[in-house]
């Protein structure tokens, strides 16, 4: 019985070592595969950086999966530099559902998407980030592309968010309710938003020219 102990004691060994061997040869490869990408990815030959992240993905290895991650993400900006913007969309969106909280995936995903002039699909994904990561920078996107849009009330709704939501972004966001206001025609109110951010930000340049400009519009 001992030695039948001994015997599935080296088998099981010997098939560890194996299966420990395979996978650092298997990483070692992915390894190298990413070298190789990066080089052609700096050198902005982006399809055969592809070919080389593609080929480096397909390399199974238990001790790759923040590689894969690095991976994945030159993929997609080298199918976004070429224009595929729909495939590098797509990689984004399976990076999210392994890291719903990564606020990054979210903004390249959405920016993916801004670019095949899909502006509400993008607003879908700021949202998402939103309600994922409370990340104000989503609250920002979703203003600028809604003033972008002319839809000047939804701007507003989202600019109003950022201000009630930190006081270190106020800044921004009162701001962003000036040129909302400007650009909709509604001189009076955006001169009434100067006034607010002047007085809570008296050394603020842009904010007194602003404040200077629309003096002479109401």
Known sequence: MA???????????????????FQWRNYHKKSECRDNALL??????????????????????????????????????SHYQ?????EAAEIYRSLLEDDSSNETYYLLEAEA???????????EIYEKGWDQTGSSVFLSRICDSYLEAGNYEEALRYAQMGVEKDEADAAEFLFKEIVIFERSGDYSSAYDA?????????????????????????
Do not use: H, W
Not at 194 to 208: C, H, I, L, M
């Open 82 to 86: 070429l224009g595929q913007y729909e």
């Open 3 to 21: 030695k039948i102990i001994r015997i599935v004691i080296v088998i099981l060994l010997v098939a560890f070592i194996g299966l420990a061997g």
């Open 194 to 218: 100067a006034v607010e951010y002047t007085t809570r930000y008296p050394d603020d340049e842009k904010g007194q020219k602003e404040l200077k400009f629309l003096s002479t519009r109401i």
């Open 40 to 77: 052609y990815f700096k050198e902005k030959d982006y399809e055969k950086a592809i070919g080389y992240l593609e080929k480096g993905l397909k390399q199974m290895s238990m001790f790759g999966d923040d590689m894969n991650k690095d991976m994945s993400c030159y993929l997609a900006e």
């Open 113 to 123: 998407y801004a670019a095949m002039d899909q502006t509400d699909k993008a607003v």
